[in-house]
């Protein structure tokens, strides 16, 4: 019944900006965990951002510090990553995750899974 959609992943130039969408449903509790991770052609999946569903605590990669944002609207049941100051390197499937309880930045410790959505970014 737990299922994780992303949504908002597109082609866009370098040093342009992307809103992705994950809407969960089917969750049975309300306090658990969000990340976003990526994966690029030939590389292993990395981590990129998490949040807990209360907002509470937020963390990043290094990579998308002072140009990503993780955010959630417990309302629509949401969590959002604003991704600004594209790079080509930032190119990759995105996938939104989800587990109980705190953060997490090891994609094997999450428990669900979206299909993901291809972020493109030309040079």
């Known amino acids: 019944q737990v299922q994780l959609v992303e949504s908002g992943g597109g082609l866009v130039q370098a040093g342009g900006s992307l809103r992705l969408s994950c809407t969960a449903s089917?969750?049975?509790?309300?306090?658990?965990?969000v990340g976003w991770f990526r994966q690029a052609p030939g590389k292993e999946r990395e981590f990129v951002a998490t949040i807990l569903w209360s907002g509470y605590t937020t963390y990043y990669a290094d990579s998308a510090k002072g140009r990503f944002t993780i955010s959630r609207d417990n309302a629509k049941n949401t969590v959002y990553l604003q991704m600004n100051s594209l790079k080509p390197d930032d190119t990759a499937v995105y996938y939104c995750?989800?587990?109980?309880?705190?953060?997490?930045?090891?994609?094997?410790?999450?428990?669900?899974w979206g299909q993901g959505t291809q972020v493109t970014v030309s040079s």
């Open positions: 995750a989800a587990k109980f309880g705190h953060t997490e930045v090891v994609s094997t410790r999450y428990t669900y």
């Open positions: 089917g969750l049975p509790f309300n306090s658990y965990a």
